[in-house]
Antibody
């Protein structure tokens, strides 16, 4: 059974870089897109970007200047870095596996990141 | 900036049928936008219901169906049940930017 788990600091200071890792167990990174999505408290979902197992990426235009996705196949991990964070980046961050054209068939449980001094 | 529109809220009676829509602030939604639909209950990660306009994700009951209605993508729930009370999100693929954009979500009440 494929499982995804997000991990990282729950509190980040303004202007610093948010770093999260999504560890995939029970399956390989190969042949899938790995997507990051976030949800501010009480608000809707926002697509952040995806990384293909080959390393190619796509990012939300509104976050493109600040976000970097990477993967480590040896550790079966996908990582998210978001720089110069503000309070507006406070959200639950989810990673998900894209099986095919939007079929996000496995999700992590999400991790809350709060941006505050 | 692409804006994806959804009804903020909707209500349906138990056993009834409801159609939620997903549009674009400018232009029509087509199959080329690969509309997908997700269901989310409070405190839980979303779950995929429909992808590529009308394909049900694994394990999704056939009460849920997707389509294009006019210039919007649509999610229809037939025979609504109490546990269908959730938030529903659509997402569209924007080919010009090779990115996806979520709608604001629809809060569905079953009463």
């Amino acid at each position: 059974q494929v499982q995804l788990r997000e991990s990282g600091p729950g509190l980040v200071k303004p202007s610093e870089t948010l770093s999260l890792t999504c560890t995939v167990s029970g399956g390989s990174l190969s042949y899938y897109y790995w997507t990051w999505i976030r949800q501010p408290p009480g608000k809707g979902l926002e697509w952040i970007g995806y990384i293909y197992y080959s390393g190619s990426t796509s990012y939300s235009p509104s976050l493109k200047s600040r976000v970097t996705l990477s993967l480590d196949t040896s550790k079966n991990q996908v990582s998210l870095r978001l720089s110069s964070v503000t309070a507006a980046d406070t959200a639950v961050y989810y990673c998900a596996r894209d099986n095919q054209d939007g079929d996000l068939d496995y999700w992590g449980q999400g991790t809350l990141v709060t941006v505050s001094s | 900036q692409t804006v994806v529109t959804q009804e903020p809220s909707f209500s349906v009676s138990p056993g009834g049928t409801v159609t939620l829509t997903c549009g674009l602030s400018s232009g029509s939604v087509s199959t080329s936008h690969f509309p997908s639909w997700y269901q989310q209950t409070p405190g839980q990660a979303p779950r995929t219901l429909i992808y590529k306009t009308k394909i049900r994700s694994s394990g999704v009951p056939d009460r849920f169906s997707g389509s294009i209605l006019g210039d919007k993508a649509a999610l229809t729930i037939t025979g609504a049940q109490a546990d269908d009370e959730s938030d529903y999100y659509c997402v569209l693929y924007i080919s010009s930017g090779n990115n996806w954009v979520f709608g604001g979500g629809t809060k569905l009440t079953v009463l």
